[in-house]
């Protein structure tokens, strides 16, 4: 083999060698390259699901009592929960009543930052047994109860057995209380008051309970001397009698 020949074996063999070396790097980079498209292709992409609310729980105000037709101390707050366990806003959360009556302000509102929607509830007038349902969408409703406490007793606070001349009002002005259970006030309660001897009259004859469950009433005495009664009566509740002494 001369010289010439020598050479070009030579060339050939560093030609091979480098395309041997080459084509691992040149497959690596269109790898590399079609990875991109490989991702964006329909299929290939990872999806996330966004969280989705899945439970719905009372924070506070379950199993409150109060006066029936009356609003109750402390508000409703129900919390929303997402898939992943945390607290989820903007989730549409209502109110409504099922037993006894009464409202909820607002009927429906929208889960804040903290998952949480609040309202307050206002107990119907006649019943003691009361409840209202909390619902979210694709969620179990929660029920939460109260006991609204009914009236139970008429009583004098102020103004009974005093002594004036007759045809006189009263120098203290006669004060009525209606109380429930455990002597919870209840307002919002018509009392009725009639004379029923001495002659006399009383203002107001009718009266609606304050906060205190109480009315106020001026009792003038009649033109008998002695003993003169009067009597006041709320619904079912009574009747009590007042008595005063004309002179």
Known sequence: MDGADTHQSERSTLTDQLMRSARPKTLLAVLFAAIPTLVAFPGCTKTTEAPAASRLTIVQGHLQQAAAGTLLPTPIVLRVYAT??????????SFNVLAGGGSVDPATAKSDANGEVKARWTLGPGSQAQSLVGSAPNVEPVMLSALGILPADISVA????????????????LVLRITGNNNVPIPGQTVALSITSGGGSVSPQSAVTNSLGEVTVRWTLGPQVGLQTATATSGTVGPITLTAIAN
Request: charged residues 10%.
């Open 84 to 93: 992943d366990g945390s607290p989820m806003a903007n989730i549409p959360v």
């Open 158 to 173: 102020q103004g009974n057995n005093q002594t004036a001349r007759a045809n006189t009002a009263l120098p203290v002005q």
